[in-house]
């Protein structure tokens, strides 16, 4: 079936590292794919998207990185603060017959950032 | 950025009892929000689709009796719990696309229910 998993569940990092954060997707027909932030008792905070026709996209502080050909999506967090504590999950998108979208998520990881 | 509201944030209820959520967007219109679910430590579960002006799309294995979904206007769209039971807590989130097409959803903070 089809699934979106990521590899580890919790990740701790020193402040002022680099953060990895991996994720494993089944699904090839999928438009693309999207990481969220969700901090503790709020909903998800939409962070970086990347085209399934893209291999690479930079943002603030951040890099998503897409490999097809293993199907495996990171995110790269630059200078990890403390403030990116929180629970990083991948997500991908894809367009519905009839119009739309719809989201499948992966199980998520704990981003600990260690002072 | 676009804004998504829920509310109530919290609720608790009794066995038997219904609960409403709503899930507004603020400054956008939306003919289509999602309502997902969301058990301690895990991911989120797409539980249904609402469409304004039509009947929700609901995922397999999802009760349309037990979770009733209504989208009556452009920026709204309610989730109704009812027959609450305990294994029903949780934590319910909306979302919603700002235009046709578009490819950010914008999710609500989410809604903490438990029943008793």
């Known amino acids: 079936g089809e699934s979106v998993g990521l590899h580890l569940p919790t990740l701790s990092v020193q402040e002022g590292d680099n953060s990895i954060i991996n994720c494993a997707y089944s699904?090839?027909?999928?438009?693309?794919f999207i990481w969220y932030k969700q901090e503790s008792g709020k909903g998800p905070q939409f962070i970086i998207d990347?085209?399934?026709?893209?291999d690479k996209r930079q943002g603030q502080r951040v890099t998503v990185l897409l490999n097809k050909t293993v199907k495996h999506l990171s995110l790269q967090i630059a200078a990890t603060q403390p403030g990116d504590s929180a629970v990083y999950f991948c997500?991908?998108?894809?367009?519905?017959?009839?119009?739309?979208?719809?989201?499948?998520f992966g199980t998520g990881t704990q981003l600990k950032v260690e002072l | 950025g676009a804004v998504v509201s829920q509310h109530p944030s919290r609720v608790i209820c009794k066995s038997g009892t219904s609960v409403k959520i709503e899930c507004r967007s603020l400054?956008?219109?939306?003919?289509?929000m999602f309502w997902y679910r969301q058990f301690p430590k895990k991911s989120l579960m797409l539980m249904a689709t609402?469409?304004?002006?039509?009947?929700?799309?609901?995922e397999q294995g999802v009760e349309k009796d037990k979770f009733l979904i209504n989208h009556a206007s452009l920026t709204l769209s309610t989730l109704t719990v009812t027959s609450a039971h305990p294994e029903d807590s949780s934590f319910y989130i909306c979302?919603?696309?700002?235009?046709?097409?578009?490819?950010?959803?914008?999710f609500g903070p989410g809604t903490r229910l438990t029943v008793l």
């Open positions: 990347i085209r399934s026709n893209m």
């Open positions: 699904n090839s027909a999928s438009d693309y």
């Open positions: 400054d956008f219109q939306a003919t289509t």
């Open positions: 997500a991908e998108n894809k367009s519905m017959a009839g119009g739309g979208n719809k989201l499948t």
């Open positions: 979302s919603a696309f700002p235009w046709k097409g578009g490819n950010e959803q914008f």
């Open positions: 609402s469409n304004e002006g039509s009947k929700a799309t609901y």
